[in-house]
């Protein structure tokens, strides 16, 4: 039997610690929240992206009451960066959770749906994207989706 070890980098800061550019993004992440259409779960998410031209885009979980029809605030936010913007790659993702009247007190990850999704966008760009994810007792950072995801579907899997 052989046996391996995965190991993901986060670090964990609080807000006043990120620099003013993490700060502004992940201010975006938790506006967006406020955006939400989820009056099934109550439960908001945001995220934010920043691109390379320094744009910010921004989008919110929307539920339906069929809910496959769906669709998490981070697939919203990429898939409306990319198709508006096409030719900027993701540097940053911020994302936020906002549940019972306040924001949650430790980071909620990307579904694996998500998860994939940003591993696509990353394989598309051939760009890392740093991973911000907000709770009131800290804010977890990763380099990339290889933190989160580390045994990945990409294309050289269908190889």
């Not at 591993?119 to 994207?129: D, F, M, Q, S, V």
């Not at 580390?150 to 294309?155: D, E, H, V």
Request: aromatic share 10%.
């Amino acid at each position: 039997m052989k046996e391996i070890t995965i190991t993901a980098h986060i670090k964990i800061y609080q807000f006043d610690e990120l620099s003013k550019d993490d700060q502004e993004l992940m201010t975006a992440a938790m506006e967006a929240t406020k955006r939400s259409y989820s009056p099934y779960s109550q439960f908001a998410v945001g995220a934010a992206i920043r691109l390379r031209n320094s744009v910010i885009v921004s989008g919110s979980n929307q539920e339906n009451a069929a809910y496959p029809s769906g669709l998490c605030a981070e697939r919203t936010t990429l898939f409306y960066a990319n198709s508006q913007y096409p030719d900027q790659p993701v540097d940053v993702l911020a994302v936020a959770a906002y549940n019972k009247g306040s924001f949650l007190k430790d980071p909620i990850p990307p579904c694996g749906a998500c998860r994939q999704v940003v591993l696509e966008t990353e394989a598309r760009y051939k760009n890392p994207i740093r991973i911000l994810l907000y709770g009131t007792d800290g804010i977890y950072e990763m380099k990339g989706i290889s933190d989160l995801l580390p045994l990945s579907f990409n294309a050289s899997s269908m190889e």
